[in-house]
């Protein structure tokens, strides 16, 4: 059986997840892994699958987004919230994979909604339009009260006080406070199952004659016009497809996190930017990159905690560092002279 | 292609210059007061039988909060030392570390990870509300006794391994309307909450309902968040228009300052009513203190009182770090040695499993009865919150001044 180049590349993009995954499950088995480490591991997988998701709307659509964590907050809210619901009612393995079903859905509906509007026009107006979603689904969520009692759904937009729950009610969605108590079920082996799937849509599409009308669509916007590309479809494809894979970050956050908050430390623009950091030092599409950078650029302050005070400091310096060895032409050039071609090849 | 490149570099440059800006701050600002915390920051103190106590501590030590986090933080390192230096808990020296969470539920069940790791035996901590709620998940599974010195949301403590040294926030909420209500202090009040925030929100619930039972009528409640905090003529306004003879703000010092500079300006001169959030507006900068006077607010500890403790406390810990500790720092000290106090009683040693000292100090806590910097009598039941006494100071002068 022959197997072509592309082909080739996906697989071992796999086969490093898969690696990675054997030699945790080995580690932890043989008990080398230290609780600060099995701790990290689920936080990576979602960021490792959000860059994913940007890495397919700014690297292979080509248009940038500097709000995904909005999606990836209406993923872990409407999950949340179902979950919470339905916590006594429902076996745990039918009611997690229910919330992904709902989490991913409710992000690509938002990320379909957005897409409408912006993605017929040409330019910078997707960074403006989901920066200004990422901040109001925030502000909207913190806004939000929401209570279930014996007679129903209680709403409210004021306070707690307002929804008049019965004695027996229970206040879902607390406005600032967010959800508090989701069920812990997401894992480590559920991360990277999701990040698996998540990997194989977005490789496929790229390999697929969808992705190639994308990516044309990304280097010559009017050549792939001309040449009969319907440019909104495609475009809107790409960015559904990337919130709802988004979405379902969202949804193994907030069931690892079981407390949940709208904030903006969490899903606001900072959170927006660091995993675009994660994407462009991964380098921008490519997605095997996004995975690595993320999982390396999330170890990396909590690795230095020993550090202390200059961590973030020395984050920060390193995050340049990378930037520069992994992109400038004259360090590339130095590179290739130096090491010719030991293994360092050229993405893209 | 090429105009998109130089949008992406534009934005990356710009994140990084804040992220460096960002590290920047952290170090230098916090650069004098803990230059001798950081060689100190384990405070190992080999003691002569060998074992020790490890107590973790969790707060955020850089970022928006960090002034909380510290002050937790310093102040636990500070009874630890004394502890220690006067003989250890049952004639065992104590470890202590502390670790940084950013104000960040996420991070902060990072830094539980790496204390336990450690050999983290109790921990106290975290510093703020949501944190300490998402640790909680994982010391109720470890069975480790945690002790949260200011975590005040109503969930912190909903674990029986874990107890709260602060007032949880309904109780402060329904404690300054008992008090604005029995002491007749107004009959028409206007309360400017944070609504993006927990402890905003939590003690405003509680205030609005324990309001309608004693008759205070609220007149206007207005809420900021806290991505429009620096205007608050609007609220001022509706409040004044509505003709409310007390403001309450159960909110931090920082904005609770621009209110009362914006209020100054306006010519509006209700009582402004405070909680313990309110501790720390006589020593914002460029504030003028004028202004706070006649403030009152509700808070468990004033840097200022007379009594041998506090001002032990203040003076130790301005020797160490610098500057006059808040009310998260009391939290804190008085934590440790309940702690010290809990332990004792049940005379646990350190040899003894994480599990097994949760047990016992867990069946000690529910029969001491602590004295320290925040009350002179705390006693805890089985839920986890204190009762305890709160105290109404009013601002005169530049200084708290008891209320009775």
Partial sequence: ?348 | MKKFNKVVSAVMASAMVVSMLAGCTDAASTDTPDAKTDTAQQTNNSSDSGATFKIGAIGPLTGGAAAYGNAVCNAAELAVDEINAAGGINGYQIEYNKEDDEHNAEKSVNAYNTLKDWGMQILVGPTTSTPSIAVSEYTKADNMFQLTPSGSAVDCVKYDNVFRVCFSDPNQGIASAQYIADKKLATKVGVIYDSSDVYSNGIYQKFAEEAKSKNLEIVSAEAFTQDNNTDFSVQLQKAKDAGADLVFLPIYYKDASLILTQANTMGYTPTFFGVDGMDGILTVDNFDTKLAEGVMLLTPFAADATDDLTVNFVKNYQDKYGEVPNQFAADAYDAVYILKQALEAKNVTPDMSISDICEAVKGAMVEIEAAGLTSSKMTWDASGEPNKEPKAVVIKEGAYVSAE
């Fill in chain 1, 1 to 348: 059986m022959r197997i072509d180049k592309k082909t080739k590349d996906n697989l071992i993009t796999y086969g490093i997840v898969v690696a990675a995954f054997l030699l945790i499950q080995v580690l932890a088995s043989t008990g080398h892994l230290s609780s600060h480490m099995k701790g990290l591991l689920v936080p990576m997988t979602y960021y490792a699958i959000i860059a994913v998701a940007l890495n397919l709307c700014v690297g292979i659509l080509g248009e940038l987004s500097i709000g995904h964590c909005g999606f990836m907050c209406i993923g872990a809210f409407t999950s949340a919230f179902f979950s919470k619901l339905t916590e006594e009612t429902l076996p745990g393995g039918l009611r997690f994979f229910l919330a992904f079903v709902i989490g991913i859905g409710f992000a690509a509906l938002f990320g379909f909604l957005i897409g409408i509007p912006v993605l017929r026009l040409k330019g910078d107006y997707l960074a403006i339009v989901t920066l200004a979603f990422g901040e109001i689904i925030k502000n909207v969520l913190n806004a939000f009260y929401i209570g279930y009692d014996s007679k129903g759904f209680h709403f409210s937009m004021k306070s707690q006080m307002d929804l008049g729950l019965e004695p027996d009610g229970d206040t879902v969605i607390n406005g600032a406070m967010g959800i508090m108590g989701t069920p812990h079920d997401a894992g480590f082996t559920v991360g990277i199952i999701v990040l698996l799937i998540s990997l194989m849509v977005v490789l496929n599409l790229i390999n697929s004659r969808d992705g190639r009308a994308i990516m044309a669509i990304r280097d010559n916007y009017i050549a792939a016009e001309a040449s009969g590309i319907n440019v909104t479809r495609y475009k809107m494809m790409a960015f559904t497809i990337s919130a709802a894979i988004a979405g379902a970050a969202g949804v193994i956050y907030s069931h690892n996190i079981t407390t949940l908050t709208a904030s903006s430390q969490y899903f606001g623009y900072n959170a927006s930017i660091m995993i675009l950091v994660y994407v462009v030092l991964g380098g921008i599409g490519n997605i095997r990159g996004s995975v690595i950078a993320a999982c390396i650029l999330y170890l990396l302050p909590e690795l230095l905690r020993g550090l202390n005070k200059y961590r973030m400091l020395i984050y920060s310096i390193v995050l340049i560092v990378m930037m520069i060895v992994n992109w400038s032409p004259k360090v590339i050039e130095w590179r290739k002279r130096t090491f010719g071609n030991l293994g360092i090849k050229k993405k893209i």
